[in-house]
């Protein structure tokens, strides 16, 4: 799995490449965590290259979600999820958790 | 199509996910397999069975990091049978339902059902076995 941080103005755009699950969750929250600790409360994930997830990747993008869901004007949107990926947040009911949009650029603008 | 198994152990860690995620794309048919057997739906909810059944068997089930689990699939015509082992109790709910949507955990077994899989359990002296049963599709 490659984590790939990048920012556009205040919004944190996440990507992740591979497979989020029980293997890899401790270097996504590795890379995550300490930027939500500094006040990151809009965030992106770029999913166009993650190919698997598993209930404990999901458990950590809930966790992630409700952190910077308290916080003021926080969320965390999912963007460009794969048709597998997608089936799985459909049959975990995730997609009405999350913000699922299409790709970064639209989520970017849910959150203007 | 003839019954057939494979029985084998990984270690009750992690770092055996990756070769777990690559075990029935293996088996599927394709261009580059032509004596693939498993069709693309088939290995994406065995695929997914079969990670969050070994998740659970490290997490609840294997005690301490020198520990294996075993692992047997058996395939025939109709139906995919994944039999797990570990060290552990076995579990107090058989049928779990999906938990609450902010729910950080507790998906592994209510995904498992969600996709197909038909939960049995099993002991012997010093075992407890998972089986799950899916029907493959047409």
Request: net charge positive; proline share 0%.
């Given at each position: 799995m490659k984590v790939i941080i990048a920012s556009q103005e205040k919004i944190t755009v996440v990507k992740v490449e591979g497979t989020l699950d029980a293997s890899t969750l401790s270097a996504f929250k590795k890379a995550t965590y300490p930027l939500i600790e500094k006040g990151n409360s809009q965030w992106v994930l770029?999913?166009?290259?993650?190919q698997f997830v598993d209930s404990m990747g999901l458990g950590v993008l809930i966790s992630m979600l409700r952190k910077v869901r308290a916080r003021p004007l926080g969320d965390f949107k999912m963007a460009g999820l794969s048709a597998d990926v997608r089936s799985i947040f459909e049959i975990t009911r995730l997609h009405r958790l999350f913000d699922c949009t299409p790709d970064v650029k639209t989520a970017l603008q849910h959150f203007s | 199509m003839k019954s057939w198994k494979i029985h084998f152990s990984v270690p009750g860690?992690?770092?055996s996910l990756p070769f777990l995620r690559r075990l029935f794309p293996s088996f599927a048919a394709g261009a580059k397999n032509p004596?693939?057997?498993?069709n693309a739906k088939d290995c994406f909810c065995l695929t997914h069975i079969l990670v969050e059944a070994y998740n659970n068997a490290v997490v609840h089930?294997?005690?301490?990091?020198?520990s294996w689990v075993e692992l047997e699939v058996t395939f025939s015509s109709k139906k995919v049978v994944l039999k797990i082992g570990d060290e552990g109790k076995g579990?107090?709910?058989?049928n779990p339902e999906m938990p609450?949507?902010?729910?950080?955990?507790?998906r592994g077994l209510a995904l498992i059902r969600a996709l197909g899989g038909k939960i049995r359990h099993s002991k012997t002296k010093t075992k407890h076995w998972v089986h799950i049963d899916y029907k493959k599709s047409l």
């Open positions: 770029d999913a166009s290259s993650l | 860690n992690f770092s004596s693939g057997f498993l089930g294997h005690r301490g990091e020198k579990w107090k709910n058989k609450k949507t902010v729910a950080t955990r507790g």
